[in-house]
Antibody, heavy 122, light 107 residues
Framework: QVQLQESGPGLVKPSETLSLTCTVS??????????WSWIRQPPGKGLEWIGD???????NYNPSLKSRVTTSVDMSRNQFSLKLSSVTAADTAVYYC??????????????WGQGTLVTVSS | DTQMTQSPSSVSASVGDRVTITCRAS??????LVWYQQKPGKAPKLLIH???SLQSGVPSRFSGSGSGTDFTLTINSLQPEDFATYYC?????????FGPGTKVDIK
């Protein structure tokens, strides 16, 4: 069973870049079975999909965030990462890493990390 | 983008009640609809995918139905552990989009 664990700074200054890493256990990021995803949830609000990445480097991003998002995969460390640039207070949220099957449709998120709160504040 | 709406936004119910939550997509998404349960401070948990396929380990009191633009999550005989917020998500096209959630709380 795949297990995911987010890590990274809990506090980021406005205009800086938010960087998070998700460590995968019980599975391999180099497997073609899954896309590796990021989802966020502002405090007290709903879920927003940020984007995902396949082991090949193929990505899908939310158009609302696309200009600021970069995702990557590190096969040697079995990790994948998120960078979100030029953050503002509106980017304060719990950030989750998650997986969905590598299919053309029916991409449901079956494994999730526990989530990490990132606060944007000076 | 496919917009998702849910109704009601909240519902108060008692243990043993049947609860029905509706999700509507702004365009035809066939049967590519997912339901999650989220408890405070926890990650969402996958309940149902492809509108009606129950995820392994999820109790059979949960069921989903629908296709096209209208979908339903039904919880039969509500249990204490079912008090949570429920989200729908369209899984038909990118960008992935979620409904705003329905909170099920204790009457």
């Amino acid at each position: 069973q795949v297990q995911l664990q987010e890590s990274g700074p809990g506090l980021v200054k406005p205009s800086e870049t938010l960087s998070l890493t998700c460590t995968v256990s019980g599975g391999s990021v180099s497997s073609g079975t899954y896309y590796w995803s990021w989802i966020r949830q502002p405090p007290g609000k709903g879920l927003e999909w940020i984007g995902d990445i396949y082991y090949s480097g193929r990505t899908n991003y939310n158009p609302s965030l696309k200009s600021r998002v970069t995702t990557s995969v590190d096969m040697s460390r079995n990790q994948f990462s998120l960078k979100l640039s030029s953050v503002t207070a509106a980017d304060t949220a719990v950030y989750y890493c998650a997986t969905h099957p590598a299919s053309r449709v029916n991409f449901y998120f079956d494994y999730w990390g526990q989530g990490t709160l990132v606060t944007v504040s000076s | 983008d496919t917009q998702m709406t849910q109704s009601p936004s909240s519902v108060s119910a008692s243990v043993g009640d049947r609860v029905t939550i509706t999700c509507r997509a702004s365009q035809d998404i066939s049967r590519w609809l997912v339901w999650y349960q989220q408890k405070p401070g926890k990650a969402p948990k996958l309940l149902i995918h492809a509108a009606s396929s129950l995820q392994s380990g999820v109790p059979s009191r949960f069921s989903g139905s629908g296709s096209g633009t209208d979908f339903t999550l039904t919880i039969n005989s509500l249990q204490p552990e079912d008090f949570a917020t429920y989200y729908c998500q369209q899984a038909n096209s990118f960008p992935v989009t979620f409904g705003p959630g329905t909170k099920v709380d204790i009457k």
